[in-house]
Nanobody, 117 residues
């Protein structure tokens, strides 16, 4: 099991930036895969970035070149730097983690991001 706590959401103007944080209860270096997801009102939850241990990070096409994931293993933190924000980025953003390939996926509580002028 991995407990996750997201933070950093808020209101941003179009073209602005926000950085989301995800704190894990375990060493992120041993977590098989983590991810950032988002769910906009009335829509299904969608993958934003998939973060495999020891592998390349995959981004959904709509955020490539604008969003960047980084990790701080010493702090057990994963970050999502969001630049050039658009109103379509408005959603609740979730961090998830699967400790092992056979483990259930754990989710954080989510953090609201609103992009509006």
């Amino acid at each position: 099991q991995v407990q996750l706590v997201e933070s950093g959401g808020g209101l941003a103007q179009p073209g602005g930036s926000l950085r989301l944080s995800c704190e894990a209860s375990r060493m992120i270096s041993v977590i098989n895969v983590m991810g950032w997801y988002r769910q906009a009102p009335g829509k299904q939850r969608e993958l934003v970035a998939r973060i495999p241990r020891g592998g390349d990070i995959d981004y959904v096409d709509s955020v490539k070149g604008r969003f960047t994931v980084s990790r701080d293993n010493a702090k057990n933190m994963v970050y999502l730097q969001m630049n050039s924000l658009k109103p379509d980025d408005t959603a609740v953003y979730y961090c998830n983690a699967q400790l092992h390939s056979w483990s259930p996926t754990n989710w954080g509580q989510g953090t609201q991001v609103t992009v509006s002028s």
